[in-house]
């Protein structure tokens, strides 16, 4: 069966994020699905990280320090994103103004004004 392709842009390639890959990697165990997710754009501000992801996907087109580079691009619809707590609120909400569907990773905000 044919499986429709969810492009997603990975912001933060630590742990969470090569967990994220890793899932990502072994979509076929998810029977009847018609879609699957397919890491197309990876960001860290540090660069020793993208080379796990470079070397294990071969779908990576975009790799960057600045993770607006992946919300600009037309190659990712939708995005991951495993950064520290406190740069939640404002990389979520410019995840989503970007028009990117969003995976944010708990806890959404560091305290209620940030949630
Ligand atoms: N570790 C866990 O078991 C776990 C479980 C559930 C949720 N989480 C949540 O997931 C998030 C990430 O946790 P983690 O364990 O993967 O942390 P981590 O420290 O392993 O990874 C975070 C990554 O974000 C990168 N980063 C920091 N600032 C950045 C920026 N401006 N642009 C791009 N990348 C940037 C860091 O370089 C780092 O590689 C946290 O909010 C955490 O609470 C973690």
């Given at each position: 069966?044919?499986k429709?392709q969810l ?13 994220f ?6 979509w ?10 397919v890491i197309?754009?990876i960001?860290?501000?540090?660069v020793?990280?993208?080379e ?9 087109k975009i790799?960057?320090t ?13 995005i991951?994103?495993?950064?520290p ?5 404002q990389m979520?909400v ?5 028009g990117?569907?969003?995976?944010g990773e ?5 305290e209620l004004?940030?949630?």
């Amino acid at each position: 069966m044919a499986k429709k392709q969810l492009r997603f842009g990975v912001i933060g390639l630590g742990l969470m994020g090569r967990e994220f890959g890793s899932a990502a990697a072994r979509w076929c165990h998810f029977l009847n699905l018609d879609f699957e997710p397919v890491i197309t754009g990876i960001c860290d501000t540090n660069v020793a990280l993208h080379e796990w992801f470079t070397d294990n996907f071969d779908s990576v087109k975009i790799k960057t320090t600045y993770y607006h580079d992946l919300l600009a691009s037309n190659e990712i619809d939708a995005i991951y994103c495993a950064v520290p707590h406190h740069l939640h609120a404002q990389m979520y909400v410019d995840i989503l103004n970007a028009g990117k569907h969003l995976l944010g990773e708990k806890t959404f905000g560091i305290e209620l004004s940030a949630n």
